[in-house]
């Protein structure tokens, strides 16, 4: 049971104050009866605005394609984000929506976003070693033997303790292959062919987990069930 007015700002429906002036516009009903004021408490499955039901009520998990040039950043100075590409509502929920993990703004591909924090720690964790499939064009030819090593587990990246996880590579052609990882540091595929010699020419995410992107349109989503990772 949740009071109305958080209930309505912590969706992104309006302030706490507005909330006020919409149930005495008669706009929020709770099971069928208009809502008679603010502190009243409520299940979120009991409430409507305007008659329809509440907007993901219990969280919200969506699958996104990525479009280059997007950061994953709540910071507008780093310029125009993933989340601009949501609808306004969802951008004024609290807890806000966050992204599992980031892409570059130069990288492509699959993007989880959701407000369940429990959920971002999990899957972003290296202990539990959720498999990240990216596919890289490079600006030089792969040198021999770079399957092995990155296979290997002893990869230190610069300004590192810790070497890399073993990571699986798949040659493609010479200057194209796909990495998978169990792990997400800072810029983690583009310095692991740096520190070979190669630079990342182009970078594509099309799997994250069990979840591919299939034939989603770049800058779109779809939502996910909460329960997609409860397996
Ligand atoms: N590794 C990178 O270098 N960039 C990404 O966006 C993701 C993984």
Not at 96 to 104: F, H, W
Not at 127 to 141: D, P, R
Not at 192 to 197: N, R, T, V
Request: hydrophobic content about 35%.
């Amino acid at each position: 049971m949740r009071r109305l007015d958080q209930l309505l700002a912590n969706l992104g429906y309006c302030s706490r104050r507005e909330a006020r002036a919409w149930i005495d516009d008669g706009r929020v009903t709770v099971r069928g009866e208009s809502a008679d004021n603010v502190s009243q408490k409520a299940d979120p499955a009991d409430v409507r605005v305007d008659g329809e039901p509440l907007d993901h009520p219990a969280g919200l998990l969506l699958l996104l394609h990525k479009p280059l040039g997007l950061v994953c950043s709540h910071d507008g100075r780093e310029g125009p984000s993933v989340y601009g590409l949501l609808p306004a509502r969802w951008q004024r929920r609290n807890p806000p929506v966050t992204s599992v993990g980031r892409l570059d703004k130069d990288t492509s591909g699959l993007l989880l976003l959701t407000d369940q924090s429990e959920l971002v720690h999990r899957l972003t964790s290296p202990k539990h070693k959720v498999a990240k499939v990216y596919g890289a064009t490079l600006s030089h030819g792969l040198p021999a033997g770079i399957t092995e090593l990155f296979a290997s587990g002893t990869l230190l990246l610069k300004e590192e303790d810790a070497p890399c996880a073993p990571a699986a590579l798949n040659i493609i052609s010479p200057r194209e292959a796909e990495l998978t990882l169990t792990e997400g540091r800072y810029h983690q595929v583009r310095r692991m062919f740096a520190s070979q010699g190669c630079e990342v020419v182009t970078l594509h995410r099309p799997r994250f987990g069990h979840l591919e992107l299939g034939d989603l349109p770049v800058g779109q989503w779809r939502a996910l069930p909460l329960t997609e990772f409860a397996r």
